[in-house]
């Protein structure tokens, strides 16, 4: 559909300029209309930002070069829609952790190489 340098120029520019902004402002924005103070919503939009920023990195460069490269411009908002439902869903959960519990859900199940020499 589209040319495929556009398809990678699109998406670079999305990940390097508009996931981080997105992210950090959903994050802030939440934890303030929970109630909370600024200097609290930094601090939980500092612990929950990388964790989902890597989570961002897994899913939308590949959704977008499909999307740029492969859809009908026609079709690419209900395309966008149908991934930014799952997407959404995972920023609710990341939203919802509590102070502590927002490292990366991969990093949870793999056990630190001390604890593994311990074990044997």
């Not at 999305?14 to 950090?24: E, L, S, T």
């Not at 920023?53 to 209900?78: C, K, T």
């Not at 991969?106 to 074990?119: D, G, H, N, S, T």
Request: proline share 9%.
């Amino acid at each position: 559909m589209g040319h495929p340098v556009t398809a990678v120029v699109k998406t670079l520019l999305d990940q390097a300029v508009m996931a981080p902004a997105g992210i950090g402002l959903f994050f802030v924005c939440m934890s303030m209309l929970e109630g909370n103070r600024p200097a609290e919503a930094w601090q939980s939009t500092k612990e929950k930002f990388k964790p989902t920023l890597m989570a961002n990195y897994v899913l939308w460069p590949a959704a977008n070069l499909i999307n740029f490269a492969f859809v009908p411009p026609q079709q690419r908002i209900l395309y966008c829609n149908a991934v930014y439902v799952f997407w959404a869903s995972f920023l609710s959960a990341m939203a919802s952790k509590k102070p502590g519990e927002a490292e990366a859900p991969a990093r949870r199940y793999i056990p630190a190489p001390e604890l593994v020499q311990k074990e044997l």
